[in-house]
């Protein structure tokens, strides 16, 4: 089993930056993957970016450039920078993990981007 509790959303303006932390219950190392997906309303959810336990990575076409995940083994953390955001950035994001062919989602922050 695996919790994760996202932090770090919020309302910013079109250009800005915002930082997403994902805190999960065990250590991350033993985690195969990890990653960020988001929900806009009205819209499927899609993937954003995911980061394996060797450390590669994988952008949806959208974000990339702009965004980068990257993992705190150390304190149990994965997080995504998001740069020059747009206002077609706004959606709740989701953490998500993948931890012995399971998937575990966390709660979900809004993140706003105001034009």
């Known amino acids: 089993q695996v919790q994760l509790v996202e932090s770090g959303g919020g309302l910013v303006q079109a250009g800005g930056s915002l930082r997403l932390s994902c805190a999960a219950s065990?250590?991350?190392?033993?985690?195969?993957?990890m990653g960020w997906y988001r929900q806009a309303p009205g819209k499927q959810r899609e993937l954003v970016a995911t980061?394996?336990?060797?450390?590669?990575?994988n952008y949806a076409d959208s974000v990339k450039g702009r965004f980068t995940i990257s993992r705190d083994n150390a304190k149990n953390t994965v997080y995504l920078q998001m740069n020059s955001l747009k206002p077609e950035d706004t959606a709740v994001y989701y953490c998500?993990?993948?931890?012995?062919?399971?998937?575990?989602w966390g709660q979900g922050t809004q993140v706003t981007v105001s034009s």
């Open positions: 998500y993990a993948l931890f012995i062919l399971s998937n575990y």
């Open positions: 065990r250590n991350i190392f033993s985690i195969n993957a």
């Open positions: 980061i394996t336990s060797g450390g590669s990575t």
